[in-house]
């Protein structure tokens, strides 16, 4: 399994951003498709995570700004970031928790990162 991300860049504060990853491979069945960051210094924290049947659970500082989605077909999840802050600027990283077929136990994937950057 690669997830590959994109969208990450530059943008000014109040300004908007969008980042999707798209996982590949076969013979799996996605569970759980979530965005994590890390800024400098910070540990990796969740952002936002949507499960295989649609329940969002969202970092309570991105609440009602940043919206997850994901495409069941394409195996993509997508993060759309609204009104971003400087204190979004991290290192983004999705993450796929899936079950190969016959197998029960859940394993997890990263992507290789994506940077957003926002200025004040």
């Known amino acids: 399994v690669q997830l590959q991300a994109s969208g990450g860049g530059s943008v000014q504060s109040g300004g908007s951003l969008r980042l999707s990853c798209a996982a590949s491979g076969n013979g799996f069945i996605i569970d759980v498709m979530g965005w994590y960051r890390q800024a400098p210094e910070n540990q990796r924290e969740l952002v936002a995570s949507?499960?295989?049947?649609?329940?969002?659970n969202y970092a309570e500082s991105v609440e009602g700004r940043f919206f997850i989605s994901r495409d069941y077909a394409k195996k993509t999840v997508s993060l759309q970031m609204h009104n971003v802050k400087p204190e979004d600027t991290a290192v983004y990283y999705c993450?796929?928790?899936?079950?190969?077929?016959?197998?029960?136990?859940?394993?997890?994937?990263w992507g290789q990162g994506t940077l957003v950057t926002v200025s004040s």
């Open positions: 949507i499960t295989s049947s649609g329940v969002t």
């Open positions: 993450n796929v928790g899936l079950r190969y077929y016959g197998r029960t136990n859940i394993r997890n994937y």
